[in-house]
């Protein structure tokens, strides 16, 4: 199984947000957190900002869109260049249609679930995106401690792609670090997103390759 490591930049320094994008370049992808502080209680960035993060990244982007009226605002992000673009299955009442609009732009589509959101009903949906992502924090924050208790989730959704022989990525988000991503890949996941872990480390390269052959070690 081929490990991902998507650092988040919610973690990372505003204000020199080019060198910190720039210290990650060993990574798959960066994560930008896109918040609206409706859907969660913090505001971030918009479009302008992940444009700007596209234009200087070394690696693709994973938009990661934790706002309301994701059918209007989605599309746009993947019209900026985005590699992947996640929304929440509970800020859209077509999620299907939602993520076949995003591919036909160009963009992967991703589904995510936050922790008290029954994985079952969009299980038979997955074969619609690249990437289920299941949340395993309460999203809007950095910082949070790791919920094992959302593992069977993970585990669910890995067993109905490889049943089905689907291509999707299986992305874990939230208090993701050196412990807690073996228990994640055991469960099945192949795509992590840590924040302090990496932009809090001294050397976020070192911290990368660190996560990468813990989860490695552990992969399903």
């Given amino acids: 199984m081929t490990v991902r490591i998507n650092p988040s930049i919610l973690s990372a320094d505003f204000v020199n947000m080019q060198t910190a994008v720039e210290a990650i370049a060993t990574a798959d992808a960066v994560h930008v957190d896109v918040m609206d ?3 969660v209680p913090n505001l971030t960035f918009g479009p302008e900002m992940v444009r700007r993060v596209q234009a200087v990244s070394p690696v693709p982007l994973d938009v990661h869109l934790m706002i309301t009226d994701v059918d209007r605002w989605a599309p746009g992000y993947a019209e900026l260049g985005a590699f992947s673009v996640t929304f929440h299955a509970e800020a859209t009442d077509d999620p299907v249609g939602l993520a076949r609009l995003l591919r036909s732009i160009g963009s992967r589509a991703g589904l995510a679930v936050k922790p008290g959101t029954p994985i079952e009903p969009y299980l038979e949906l997955l074969p619609e995106f690249d990437q289920l992502l299941v949340m395993t924090v309460e999203p ?9 208790e959302v593992l069977p989730k993970v585990s669910a959704v890995r067993s109905v792609a490889d049943t089905a022989g689907l291509d999707i990525w299986v992305q874990v988000d939230g208090g993701v670090a050196i412990d807690t991503i073996a228990q994640a890949a055991e469960a099945g996941a192949d795509t992590f997103v840590a924040g302090s872990s990496v932009f809090g480390a001294a050397d976020p390269g070192l911290a990368i390759a660190g ?10």
């Fill in 37 to 39: 502080n409706h859907f």
């Fill in 140 to 148: 809007g924050f950095g910082g949070q401690s790791f919920m094992t």
């Fill in 211 to 220: 996560l990468r052959a813990a989860a490695a070690t552990h992969a399903h």
